[in-house]
């Protein structure tokens, strides 16, 4: 094994894209690459070695990427001795692995989503044999635990609860990048969450691509309610939260849940992604218009001050203009709180790949901009209403082009700018809301 001594001075960085998922990955490899004593470089172009940690989803996902790679061949020229690791969702798809053989030969270590425990050990081969390392396991086998992670905040962390998506929805890559569905044992996660508790975190996010599926399939009993029953009991967490859930397997026992456990917090992320219910069938979602809207409703029944957001697709193949009126309609009965919107975009290996009825740009773009107005309206309405009101805001640090302005979050998951010393940096305090925003709310500290 690599010497940790033979390290020292040695540096890394690793830039991100994607998901929450993807960013925890990260910090799994910035907790490897420090136990190796790999100092952290905020310079892509200085470190010694350098990751990209690659996601498939996300708009322009390649173009960025192979925009980001080709900056690192410079580096690669001047000091050969780098290394150059790329990682993530995309080197799940044997086109881009084709493509980095072909055009991008000085790249050093290229591994998947599913063998990041192996990355000390990849990495030593690249540096102790100057061998190029190309290793991507098709398939999830056992989920690993111990792994080390050098979390971004010490207050606020990510904790995975299950791996991978068995949804294929007809569009989506993640069910190929990500393998099968695989559910971390409930006593690994809240021994996890203990220690993250002692370590000083206040709040965790549960993650997983569908967490309402948790435990199927598995080998105990517990599903995604008993899980934050238990972690509700932890001692020194303060807030739960989770993503993403999928409308079609949320259980009446979870939205109880957020009755039951005070340190839910009460937004919920549910993708909706169509308002047509024949939209909805042709991406394979499982659920009509009518389900979403009468799960919408008991939730704001049993929890009426819910913050709920959503990711909605516009121009998925076969859109017509009155499908993209019934999400517009949805998008009016609902309301909101945030949405992260896409513009459909053909992901290779997919079934919506091979449909005909492709929407053209231009109309894809005009009814992107018309629902994206819509929902910036409504968000800013509802941020409005939120004026006067004093809330309880974790807060996350300094902003970084003003030091005295501090911002963080409320328990609906909305961003808070006050002014405030750094020190109020991992604390909750009560803010009273002066000015609510498009994207966020201000505010001051309420003595
Ligand atoms: N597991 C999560 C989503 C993961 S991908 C869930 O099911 O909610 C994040 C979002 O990317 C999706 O919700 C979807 O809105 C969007 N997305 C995925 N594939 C896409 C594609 N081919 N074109 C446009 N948007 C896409
Ligand atoms: Fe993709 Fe659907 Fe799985 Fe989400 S639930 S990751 S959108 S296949
Ligand atoms: Fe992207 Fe992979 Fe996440 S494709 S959205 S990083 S699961």
């Known amino acids: 094994m690599m010497d940790k001594r033979s390290n020292l001075n040695k540096s890394y960085n690793i830039t991100t894209f994607g998901c929450q998922m993807n960013e925890h990955d990260s910090e799994t490899l910035a907790g490897m690459l420090e136990e190796l004593g790999y100092i952290e470089n905020a310079n892509r172009r200085e470190a010694d070695v350098a990751i ?8 322009n996902a390649d173009k960025r990427f192979f925009g980001t790679l080709g900056q690192l061949k410079k580096v690669k020229e001047e000091r050969p001795e780098t290394v150059v690791a790329v990682c993530g969702c995309m080197m799940q798809q044997q086109h881009i692995i084709d493509t980095l053989k072909a055009k991008y030969p000085w790249v050093d270590l ?3 989503t599913h063998n990041i425990h192996q990355f000390p050990s990849l990495l030593n081969n690249v540096l102790n044999e100057r061998n190029k390392v190309v290793d991507v396991w098709d398939n999830g086998g056992d989920i690993i635990e111990g792994l080390p992670a050098k979390r971004m905040y010490p207050f606020k962390a990510y904790v995975n609860i299950m791996y991978g998506c068995n949804n294929f929805c007809t569009y989506c890559i993640v069910p190929y ?35 309402n599926s948790y435990g199927k399939g598995s080998n105990f009993t517990q599903d995604f309610a008993d899980l934050i029953y238990m972690l509700n009991d932890i001692d020194g967490i303060e807030r739960i939260r989770f993503m993403t859930s999928h409308p079609k397997d949320l259980s009446n026992k979870l939205i109880h849940a957020f009755q039951k456990c005070d340190k839910l917090c009460n937004s919920i992320h549910l993708p909706v992604q169509s308002g047509s219910t024949e939209i909805l069938t042709r991406m394979n979602r499982k659920y009509s218009k009518e389900d979403y809207l009468q799960l919408i409703e008991k939730l704001r029944d049993v929890i009426p001050d819910i913050a709920i957001t959503t990711d909605i697709i516009v121009g998925f193949p076969g859109e017509s203009d009155e499908d993209f009126n019934e999400t517009m309609d949805l998008v009016e009965k609902v309301r909101f709180d945030s949405a992260f919107t896409f513009l459909y975009s053909i992901r290779k290996g997919t079934p919506a790949e091979k449909y005909k009825d492709q929407v053209p740009e231009s109309i894809k773009h005009q009814r992107f901009d018309r629902l994206v107005d819509r929902l910036n309206e409504i968000s800013q309405e509802i941020n409005k209403s939120y004026e006067g009101n004093i809330v309880l805001v974790l807060a996350e640090g300094s902003s970084k082009t003003n030091t005295k302005m501090i911002s963080g979050r409320t328990v609906t998951g909305k961003l808070v700018n006050f002014k405030g010393p750094a020190e109020l940096t991992g604390k909750l305090v009560p803010i009273r809301i002066t000015e609510g925003k498009t994207f966020s709310l201000n505010g001051d500290i309420e003595k």
């Open 52 to 59: 990209i940690n690659t996601c498939s989803v996300r708009e």
């Open 110 to 112: 290229v591994f998947g």
């Open 177 to 211: 990048t990500r393998g099968r569905e695989r559910s971390r044992h409930p006593g690994e996660i809240v021994n996890e969450v203990k220690a993250l508790a002692a370590s000083g975190v206040k709040e965790i996010t549960l993650l997983g691509q569908n967490v």
